[in-house]
């Protein structure tokens, strides 16, 4: 049965960026990337699907290698306009098992099969006459085209070029795909559905799609946020001993024990997220998974990430854990930010809780032998908007991370940007539900699909900021 999906080669001369936007346009960061040049020597094809659709199909192709020759080919045949695609084909049929025009045929031959041409162009590079050849070679063909102006360094030749390839090509962009939006690439897609009338239809739907499918991909990942903090809010975690009294030792192995799996949680929810938005292969450094050394446990994760002292007085206040008068009194003779002892208030006493005091570890059993030392829910007030302001942190980040990236990954930080997500309105939405989490009751139905759509109401703004 034939395909009835779009389909588009990008060819062009080596190491000018194909695979990169292959990776960009396709969400695919398996693609094989390399500065190398010559790095793909075989066609390979890479189909978007979404729900098991696939919306088109994308061929990254090896470099012309001996373009010359396969224009002096072509021209030794004096043919029509109507019968140069068949000239085309000759030469592919003719030349299939000649290991000199290896790369030549593999480019060609999903052209000939009926795949649209994106021709990609370094517009850091200026214009060279040679590139006339290649740009003439799929002339030949008779496919609808398009040019890509990429720009691998900082110098712009970029107005030379377009009057160069508007000479050939239908439609010329500009497109970096190390740094493509979501917009971009919905821009692109617009451009390529005008290469063929048969494409505009299934383009659009493509289009439509994607915008499903990121909805789909903010859904998830405010699911997996909101089950990250809940999960880890609640958690409780126990350790028997079988003496008289729990050893010092055996308190210190319990909160030991309770961070690991905290930090588990995160690790493991973090990497989710990055299969969430197609970045299984996402390469970071091990810092960086700890935000530049930053432990979740940190007196330094707290001042970028957790609540002020009076942000944590105020919130305390409105979940009724101190009124309002004592607010002041509180404050009086404190600095506003919490420095070396970062904590968090007690839920209706509006003492502080030191930050490495994250809940009280309880004994608990009768008899010898079956006697157990507890530490969680997480009492400490600060924790789940520390925890929640990281994961929403690398969430952005990942969300905003070109497919075509292939170094290591430095995610940067952002000393500002507890400001940019946690207003007041939003603090006071979720203290309401941290409050539920901290108790240990069971949530009722509907209650983490809530707070889930505060979180993806977060996401959003920041991603499409």
Known sequence: MTSTHPKFAVVGHPNKGKSSIVSALALDDSVQISDTPGTTTKKRSFPLSVDGKVLYELFDTPGFQRARRVLAWLEKHDVPANKKHEVVQAFINEHRDDERFNDEIELLEPIMDGAGIIYVVDGSQPYGEEYETEMEILRWTGQPSMALINHIDDSDYSEEWKVALEQYFRMVRTFNPMQASLEQHMSILESMAQLKEEWIAPVKASIKLLKQYKEQMLERSASLVS??????????????????????????????????????????????????????????????????????????????????????????????????????????????????????????????????????????????GKRYLEMGPMQNRNFPYILL??????????????????????????????????????????????KKFRSGKALEAGELEEYEGIIKRILKSLIDA
């Open 227 to 368: 089950r990250l903090v809940y999960d880890s809010v609640s958690m409780v975690e126990k350790l028997y001993f079988y003496t008289q009294e729990a050893s010092e030792k055996e308190k210190e192995n319990i909160e030991s024990n309770y961070k690991d799996r905290l930090r588990d949680l995160e690790i493991s929810t973090q990497k989710s997220i990055e299969e969430v938005w197609n970045h299984g292969h996402l390469q970071k450094e091990k810092k960086v998974l700890t935000f530049e050394g930053m432990d979740l446990f940190s007196e330094e994760t707290a001042s970028v990430f957790g609540l002020t002292r009076k942000e944590l007085i105020i919130t305390g206040a409105t979940s009724g854990a101190v009124t309002g008068a004592g607010i002041d009194l509180l404050l009086a003779g404190h600095t506003l930010l919490l420095g070396g002892a970062i904590g968090a208030l007690l839920g209706g006493t509006g003492a502080y809780f030191g930050f490495n005091e994250l809940s009280e570890v309880k004994v608990l059993g009768q008899t010898m």
């Open 389 to 434: 302001g990281r994961t929403i942190y690398h969430t952005v980040k990942v969300a905003q991370i070109s497919h075509a990236k292939r170094e290591v990954v430095d995610i940067e930080m952002d000393q500002t940007f507890k400001e940019k997500w946690l207003d007041d309105t939003s603090r006071k939405a979720l203290e309401k539900y941290h």
